[in-house]
């Protein structure tokens, strides 16, 4: 039999778990990671300090970063160790497109981190954007409808293409709800970009982008941890990675068939049920 504090413990944990769900499945699809986890915020709450709470929003996606490493190492990793060592030039190349890619969010993220936050992380900002990107997805698919991409690998990415879609990112540092993922897609897709292209660009653009939003509150957290937030931390993480995996191999194998409309229309419903919901509340 437990006792109640051990009762409250496991639920925390559980908690954790369908943050975990969450943040795996809604971190990839262009749908905004941050508008679900403020609606489940609403119903579920963690008992935890609103400092741990800030930075487990971010750090969570930690998890989410491994799944991408794990699916994408090939394409990802330079070095190859067979009869000897060989080292992949266009890898190399890809990197840096990627660096220059995340200069804007990084100079934005690191100037006006508590800013942003103060004016635009709240419901109806997130909201607003929800649907303002879900037209986005849908006008641009309809545009792109009749046409070719002019991008169809990622080695046709150029550092000008790189820079324009890091310009999009932006947009996300800003306007939490806008989807980092959402925004790179839109950004690319509008360029000329293929769908295949821009989700892996985008997949990659989020490795150093979330390590160092997480790194970053990670310091102004401190590293001072209580077993149990050492436990829900770890937990979220772990549950993300996994949900990624599936969510991540879904993704690319549905938009070889589809376009991104169908998560255009989800993110309109979304917003519309966020302002509803906070209007009501």
């Known amino acids: 039999m437990y006792e109640k504090g051990n009762d409250m413990d496991i639920i925390e944990i559980l908690k ?164 980092r993922s959402g925004a790179t897609i839109v950004g690319a897709l509008l360029i000329g970009v293929s769908r295949t292209v821009a989700a892996e660009f985008t997949f990659f653009l989020a490795i150093p982008v979330m390590l160092g939003a997480s790194l970053l509150k990670l310091l102004k957290f401190g590293f001072s941890f209580t077993a149990q937030e050492i436990v829900i931390l770890a937990v979220g993480m772990a549950v993300a990675f996994v949900v990624s995996v599936a969510v991540i191999r879904f993704l690319m194998g549905y938009i070889k068939k589809h376009d991104f409309k169908v998560f255009g229309w989800y993110r309109i419903a979304l917003g519309a049920l966020v302002l509803l919901y906070f209007t009501v509340a």
């Open 16 to 179: 954790a778990v369908l943050f975990g769900i969450v943040e795996g499945i809604t971190e990839w699809l262009p749908i905004s990671s941050t508008g679900h986890m403020i609606l489940l915020n609403e119903f579920v709450t963690l008992n935890v300090s609103e400092e741990f709470w800030e930075m487990f929003l971010v750090v969570i996606q930690l998890g989410a970063i491994l799944a991408v490493v794990l699916l994408f190492w090939n394409k990802i990793f330079p070095f190859r160790f067979k009869e000897k060592p060989v080292v992949q030039a266009d890898i190399f190349v890809l990197w840096f497109k990627i660096l220059v890619a995340c200069v804007p969010a990084a100079i934005v993220g690191l100037a006006f981190d508590d800013v942003l936050d103060a004016l635009f992380y709240n419901p109806w900002c997130v909201a607003i954007a929800l649907i303002v990107f879900g037209i986005a997805f849908i006008l641009i698919e309809n545009r792109n409808k009749e046409m070719t991409p002019k991008i169809t690998e990622l080695s046709q990415i150029t550092y000008q293409t790189a820079l324009m879609i890091g310009i999009f990112q932006l947009l996300a540092a800003v306007f939490p709800g806008t989807s």
